[in-house]
């Protein structure tokens, strides 16, 4: 066979196992305990990211979806956590609504969209902090 049909063949077997990976990851991160989807929006930004949030004992840790990191992209400490704002709207087309919720961590600003009753968990999560530690967030 030629070169450029070799080449090629590799090329099609290092893509199919990048996807692969890419989809045992966003799997294994979506069957953990207290994880949710959730997209990020950055201060000063407009374009939002696809993602997968999870709750630890003490952070809020974020997975970008297009990744093969098995670290967290964002960490956030609980207990520095405030919900500014949220608002709630209705997905384009479907019945489930969804919640912006405007946050700060330290001198950090982002904006979480997830489901409503994803959002009722994290509020929640972040009352239910240890006393001392509660976070602000917004009824």
Sequence with gaps: MPAAVWILLGALVIGLG???????RVRSLGRRF????????????????SGIAGYGADRLDWYRVLSLSPRPAHSWQRSALVVMARSSRLRAGRRTAIT???VRCRDEEFTLAMADQAYAGFASWLEAAPPGSRPGVVG
């Design 18 to 24: 990048l996807l692969v990976l890419l989809v045992t």
């Design 100 to 102: 912006e919720a405007t």
């Design 34 to 49: 207290g994880t949710f989807e959730c997209a990020l929006r950055l201060a000063g930004r407009t374009a939002w990211a």
